[in-house]
């Protein structure tokens, strides 16, 4: 089975361009792109959300109250940090 190569591509763009129109196609290609755009977006995946971003902040707070530095640290480090504190106290 061939594969398409660059003289029948041409002619396939000819023909769409025949078929939609210039201006139409312009229209195609942008909501194309758009499309293209939401789905890597979607695959990268969530960003960082109003709620969980509250979540790390509640999570800062207390291991500064119980002694914790924070600076740099990722919030697993900080909870790990926060379980060691609690068995120690416990």
Do not use: H, N, Q, Y
Not at 37 to 62: H, L, Y
């Amino acid at each position: 089975m061939a594969l398409i190569g660059w003289p029948e591509l041409i002619l396939i763009l000819a023909i769409v361009l025949l078929l939609f129109g210039a201006s139409r196609l312009t229209g195609l290609g942008k909501a194309l792109g758009e499309s293209v755009r939401e789905f890597k977006k979607a695959v990268a995946g969530p960003e960082t959300s109003p709620e969980k971003k509250g979540d790390e902040e509640a999570i800062i707070e207390a291991a500064r109250k119980m002694g914790i530095e924070t600076e740099g640290k990722s919030v697993k480090e900080i909870l790990d940090e926060m379980a060691k504190k609690a068995e120690e106290k416990g």
